[in-house]
C-alpha cells in the first residue's frame, strides 16, 4: 500500500473553488496512476477523476467534466484537485487513491487516503 495524506478541503459557498491536494511520500509515486473519489451520505463511493502515471490521460466524471480538473507534479509526489464552479451536490468526503490505468480505465488499488470533507453550502 501507498501512504496518502490529504489536504485541503472545507466549506465553500456554490460557484466557489476549492483545490484538494495529495502527498504519497516516496519515490515510487511515479509508478502510479492516482485518482479522487468521493462519497456522500446516502451514496456509493464514486470515481470522480483519474490521472495516468505520466499525466496527460484524464479521466473524469460526467458530473465534473469541465468543473474540476486533476493534476499530478511527481517531483513533489503530490496529486490535486482544482474543483471550480462547485455546487452543493459535490458535498461528500474526498478519498485520494493510488491505482492503475490503462485500456481508457482506472483500476483502483487498496491504498487510500484517510478522506477530506468538502461541503458546498450557502
Known amino acids: 500500500q501507498v501512504q496518502l495524506v490529504e489536504s485541503g478541503g472545507g466549506l465553500v459557498q456554490p460557484g466557489g473553488s476549492l483545490r484538494l491536494s495529495c502527498a504519497a511520500p516516496?519515490?515510487?509515486?511515479?509508478?502510479?496512476?492516482m485518482s479522487w473519489y468521493r462519497q456522500a451520505p446516502g451514496r456509493e463511493r464514486e470515481l470522480v477523476a483519474a490521472?495516468?502515471?505520466?499525466?496527460?490521460?484524464?479521466y473524469y466524471a460526467d458530473s465534473v467534466k469541465g468543473r474540476f480538473t486533476i493534476s499530478r507534479d511527481n517531483a513533489k509526489n503530490t496529486v490535486y484537485l482544482q474543483m471550480n464552479s462547485l455546487k452543493p451536490e459535490d458535498t461528500a468526503v474526498y478519498f485520494c487513491?493510488?491505482?492503475?490505468?490503462?485500456?481508457?480505465?482506472?483500476?483502483?488499488?487498496?491504498?487510500w487516503g484517510r478522506g477530506n470533507q468538502v461541503t458546498v453550502s450557502s
Open positions: 490521472i495516468r502515471t505520466a499525466g496527460g490521460r484524464t
Open positions: 516516496g519515490f515510487t509515486f511515479s509508478s502510479y496512476a
Open positions: 487513491n493510488a491505482g492503475s490505468y490503462s485500456s481508457g480505465s482506472y483500476y483502483p488499488y487498496d491504498s
